[in-house]
């Protein structure tokens, strides 16, 4: 099969779930740690940090999709990260609850979403590929935000 017929994912797991992303879109991940708090700022940004001389932006994807936070074992903590993903020219971290590894999927394979799909809404989701164990979902990076939350992120990490 051409390299081009598949999908190449960087696949997570947040609450019971596991969710892949387009390798293209994720610059790097980063172990997890402190965020500054940003006051007055949406309830799904968790707040920032400093990588090298960028000021990212952190999401709470627990808070932007409604999961519940699960408590994390020591082992499982050492396992969650933060994905530091290109959205329209911004870097943008997202909190994971634990890294997988990157994963070939065939484009075919991927299925549009269920209309009735728990969790997330589906405006998030490129699609679902079922595994033997359940299925994977597909995140849509670029439908994460609104252009209105965008700039609310940028005026967030500009204060």
Do not use: W
Request: aromatic share 6%; charged share 30%; no cysteine.
């Amino acid at each position: 099969m051409a390299e081009q017929d598949q999908l190449q994912l960087v696949t997570f797991q947040l609450g019971n779930e596991i969710y892949g992303v387009d390798i293209f879109d994720v610059r790097e991940i980063q172990r997890r740690q402190e965020v500054r708090p940003i006051p007055n700022a949406p309830p799904f940004i968790e707040g920032i940090f400093k990588l090298r001389k960028d000021i990212i932006p952190v999401i709470n994807l627990h808070r932007r999709f409604h999961i519940p936070e699960p408590e994390l074992s020591e082992e499982d903590r050492l396992l969650s990260g933060i994905l530091i993903l290109e959205i329209d020219r911004n870097k943008i971290g997202v909190l994971i609850d634990k890294v997988l590894r990157v994963v070939s999927i065939p484009h075919e394979k991927v299925q549009p979403p269920p209309e009735v799909f728990t969790g997330i809404g589906t405006e998030y989701i490129e699609g679902v590929v079922q595994q033997e164990d359940g299925y994977l979902i597909v995140l849509d990076v670029h439908r994460l935000f609104s252009p209105k939350e965008l700039r609310q992120i940028e005026r967030t990490i500009a204060r």
